[in-house]
Structures are given as C-alpha cells and as structure tokens.
C-alpha cells in the first residue's frame, strides 16, 4: 500500500478510537510520534485498521476527502485548537486561504431572528472580499445563514452532526447539494453512516467554532448549542459577538448573557460589524489567545496602524469624540493628529457627524 494511503488509514483508525477526544494524540503526533506507534495492542489493531481500510475505500467510492491534521489542506485555523480532529472527511472543497465567519443560533428563531440573520450576512458580503460563512446545516438560524450566503452568492460551509454520506435534515439534502455546487462544502469527523445522535451536534460544534476567526450569535436561549460553540470560541482565543435582544425575550436570553458576562461583543450596527472584514486579508494570522484578540465590545478596524489605526480603535470603541478628547487620549502632538484625522475624513473612514465630534463613518 502507498505511504500516504497508509498514513490515512492510520489516522483513520486514531479517529475512530479517540474520536472527540483527541488532545494528548494530538500533541504526541505534532511532537514526531508516528500515527502507527500510537495505535493500541496487536489484537484491536489489526481490526481498527481493517475497519480503517474499508472506510477509506467507500470514501474514494463516494468521492468524499479524507484529509487528516498532518495533509496541508487541513483547515489552518481548526489545526490550532488543541482538540482539533485528526481526521475530517470533506465533500465538496475546501476554500483554503479564505476569512471564515461562524454564523450561530436556535433553531427556532422568530422574525427578528432571520431578519437580523439576513442583515450580518448582507454586511459582509458588502466587504468586496466576505467571509465563508461557517454553519450547521440545521433548521433554524443555521438553513437562513447558508441559504442567505448562497443568495448573496457567497461560499458557505456546514459542518455536520452525522457521517459526511448522511445529510440530516433529509429535507436539506438539496441545501447540502447547492453548497457543494457554489465551491463550500460538506464537513464531518465521524465516521460514514454515523447516526444523527443529538450528543453529535454538541461534540461538532467545536468544529464551527475552529474553522472561523470570529463567531456570530444571532439569536440563542441561555442553554442551547449555540452556546457551546460560542464558550468553545472564546475558550479558543477566538472573537465572538452577539446580537442583543430584548430582556424579557427566551429567544435572546443566551445572547444577553454572552455580552453582560464579557465573552462577546454586542453589535448594534450590522454595517459598523461588517468592518472587522473590510480590509480584504486572507486569514492566515495565528489565532491563540484567552477571550479572543479583540476586546469584547470593539469593532474591529483592520487595514490600518500606527496613529489612523489608534484614532479608528477609539472611535469604534468608545463612539463620538472631539479633537481635544482625542488629543488626551491617543497622547499623538496636535500636528500629528490633527494631518491623521484629515487623512481619515479625505479617505471617508471618518466624520463630523454633529460637527463637533469625530465619529466612525457607515456606509
């Protein structure tokens, strides 16, 4: 058998054995452990790899990747999560080098819900370079962020709670078929066949969270999936926001809860959060960190540094300013502002709104 498709079977037959758990094999096999060195005793060896063999072989037969954590092509940002899977089985294509935004919430959402669904998925495709909008397939605010990313011909991803031959819902089979043909695609660490068991979609949805630079909640009650991913974001390092809701709304609790308790932004403006994508990078900074890499409640302001970039960062974070507030806390020389916040009103980033106060400007 090829070295590489021996080294797939084996990775294979790890993932079937440490499946959701993988960390300590994770961090032996990043240390120079081979995958084969890292397999159980003779007797459950030679029927794991058995199983491993077959299991690549219908996955050839089905035209799905079986992409393990040492292949290139494995997910960059997922490769750093220190529970990553060691093995994913992919239909369709990976986009490979693109930003990526996980979209989250019930599956039960009301109007406002898809409405404010449609409006972050519309912000970031109005970038010129958006984001593959990451999600999972299932009803709900889930089916609304694929098909809205679809509709907005953008690529959209969705990560599965079943073997990657098995499409649940069944009455999304032709979503799951619309996703493959816009260049997103299918993704799943179980095994084929694998039943949609309701502990899947919790044990997946560190995946959602992986994938992506950044998690949305839009809509989510205080216990839910849509938690978990977004506990498993920030316990990555990852940025996470949500969408505020009102106080007394069940559907909202979960969001309210992430923003008071600081583990995510609040976006009160769909167009003001459609900049933490507007500066048209490809990911491939490093994303390690407590709590995320921005501070809960900015609105990131990529593209720019040094003294425009220290002028945006206030302004995004603390609203409307006047030149002396500026002056005091940017610590810049009057000259040395008064050119930047000059540049940043000729280039349209910035604007006298009341004309007094210096402000973010939307468009």
């Not at 996980?102 to 970038?127: A, F, K, N, Q």
């Not at 999936?225 to 996470?240: E, H, I, K, L, N």
């Not at 540094?305 to 006047?322: A, N």
């Amino acid at each position: 058998m090829p070295a590489y498709t021996k080294d797939k079977t084996l990775f294979c037959a790890l993932n079937r054995i440490f499946g959701f758990k993988p960390s300590g094999i994770k961090a032996l096999i990043e240390d120079g452990a081979s995958p084969e060195s890292l397999l159980p005793d003779d007797a459950t060896r030679k029927g794991t790899i058995s199983w491993a063999e077959d299991e690549i072989s219908r996955c050839i037969g089905l035209g799905i990747s079986v992409v393990t954590i040492a292949d290139p092509e494995y997910p960059a940002a997922l490769k750093e999560c220190p529970d990553a899977p060691l093995l994913l089985y992919i239909r369709g294509t990976w986009p490979k080098g693109k930003r990526a935004l996980s979209v989250v919430g019930t599956r039960h959402p009301d109007e406002y819900g898809l409405r404010m669904c449609d409006r972050i998925i519309d912000s970031v495709h109005s970038t010129g370079n958006p984001p593959v909008i990451i999600s999972g397939l299932a009803y709900g605010i889930d089916v609304q962020a694929h098909k809205r990313t679809l509709l907005r011909q953008g690529i959209t991803v969705a990560v599965m709670g079943t073997g990657a031959d098995r499409i649940y819902p069944k009455s999304h089979e032709w979503l799951a078929e619309k996703i493959m043909e816009h260049e997103g695609c299918l993704i799943s660490d179980f095994p084929l066949g694998e039943a949609p068991l309701p502990v899947n979609f919790l044990k997946r949805n560190r995946i959602i969270a992986g994938l992506s630079e950044c998690t949305v909640v839009i809509q989510s009650p205080k216990k839910g999936g849509s938690m978990v991913t977004a506990t498993q974001a920030f316990s990555y390092g990852r940025d996470v926001y949500a969408i505020p809701g009102r106080l007394d709304d069940c559907k909202s609790e979960g969001c309210n809860y992430l923003i008071a308790a600081e583990m995510a932004g609040c976006i009160c403006d769909t167009d003001r959060f459609s900049l933490y994508f507007r500066d048209g990078k490809d990911m491939t900074a490093s994303h390690t960190g407590a709590g995320g890499s921005h501070r809960p409640g900015d609105c990131i302001c990529y593209g720019e540094d040094g003294d425009r970039g220290k002028i945006l960062r206030i302004l995004s974070d603390r609203g409307g300013k006047s030149t002396e507030s500026l002056l005091s806390e940017t610590g810049m020389a009057i000259e040395n502002l008064t050119a930047a916040l000059t540049e940043l009103e000729i280039d349209g980033k910035i604007c006298k709104e009341d004309g007094f106060n210096w402000s973010i400007k939307i468009k």
